[in-house]
């Protein structure tokens, strides 16, 4: 009957210190998805070269501290790896290498993967290829009429 938080000293970590936080300049594929219900925004750029492997990812998340450390984790969890296994990652894999979540904001990790999915979505369609297995992201959202300012980073 608790409704504390519980957050492990993983997600805290990744929330404290976030990895591969920021943008790539002419991205291969840029996501970006957010969540109604706490109101999280989530952005992933991918770096992708010729062969298919993520050379680099970056994001920016504006949002609660389940969705800042799930978006550090699962950057860190595609960096270097091909496509196909970037497609692959799960919240449930997100949400494993942080130690668990709490109930009330497995949601949030659920943006994590999503963001990916649709840079990757991004991806195939500047690139013409077709990634096995990939369906276009129900909840891209396009920010192109106006830009916004909050959040930007410092490199
Ligand atoms: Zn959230």
């Keep these: 009957m608790s409704t504390k938080l519980e ?16 943008e790539i300049k002419n991205a291969s594929g ?26 680099d990812v970056k994001f920016k ?24 296994e970037a497609l692959a990652l799960t919240n449930k894999s997100v949400m494993e290498a942080l ?9 949030c990790s659920l943006l994590a993967e999503e963001a990916i999915h649709a840079a990757l979505w991004d991806y195939a ?3 013409h290829v077709t990634i096995d297995g990939l369906k276009k992201p129900k909840s891209d959202i396009h920010e192109d009429d106006h830009d916004h300012d909050h959040g930007e980073e410092e490199e």
Excluded: W
């Excluded at 130690?99 to 949601?107: A, I």
């Design 99 to 107: 130690d668990g979540l709490p109930q009330v904001k497995v949601h």
């Design 125 to 127: 369609q500047k690139s």
């Design 61 to 84: 998340t504006f949002g609660c501290g389940a969705a800042i450390a799930t978006s550090s984790m699962a950057t860190e969890l595609v960096k270097g790896k091909h496509i196909d």
């Design 7 to 22: 957050y492990s000293d993983k997600v805290v970590d990744h929330f404290t210190n976030p990895r591969n936080v920021g």
């Design 30 to 55: 840029v996501g970006t998805v957010g969540n109604a219900k706490c109101g999280d925004i989530m952005r992933v750029y991918l770096d992708i070269d010729d062969k298919g492997f993520i050379k």
